[in-house]
């Protein structure tokens, strides 16, 4: 079963850091586009910040220069550095992936998601 894992979210202080990591696994060849989107209470989800598999990135205005997207193609998996965290940050964050399953096809995948709280 293909699945998109997340980890290390939880609650910070304005001003501090933290390191989101999702892992792809199960029956996949390679992955391609992976993107981190975020939904605070009541608003719509929103695209964070995206990367190509040749490492290109994409970000949205409001984390520009404080959040930094990487990724380990060899893991197939994608990380979100986040530092300067302000409380409107405060959001469950998702990873998206568009992932080469083994037997060729292609399909996104989403995480569970992970809950960042940014305390003032």
């Known amino acids: 079963q293909v699945q998109l894992v997340e980890s290390g979210g939880g609650s910070v202080q304005a001003g501090g850091s933290l390191r989101l990591s999702c892992a792809a696994s199960?029956?996949?060849?390679?992955?391609?586009?992976m993107r981190w989107f975020r939904q605070a209470p009541g608003k719509e989800r929103e695209l964070v910040a995206a990367i190509t598999r040749g490492g290109s990135t994409i970000y949205a205005d409001s984390v520009k220069g404080r959040f930094t997207v990487s990724r380990d193609n060899a893991k197939n998996t994608v990380y979100l550095q986040m530092n300067s965290l302000k409380p409107e940050d405060t959001a469950v964050y998702y990873c998206?992936?568009?992932?080469?399953?083994?037997?060729?096809?292609?399909?996104?995948?989403w995480g569970q998601g992970t809950q960042v709280t940014v305390s003032s």
């Open positions: 199960g029956s996949i060849f390679s992955s391609n586009a």
């Open positions: 998206n992936a568009d992932l080469v399953l083994s037997d060729r096809g292609n399909r996104a995948y």
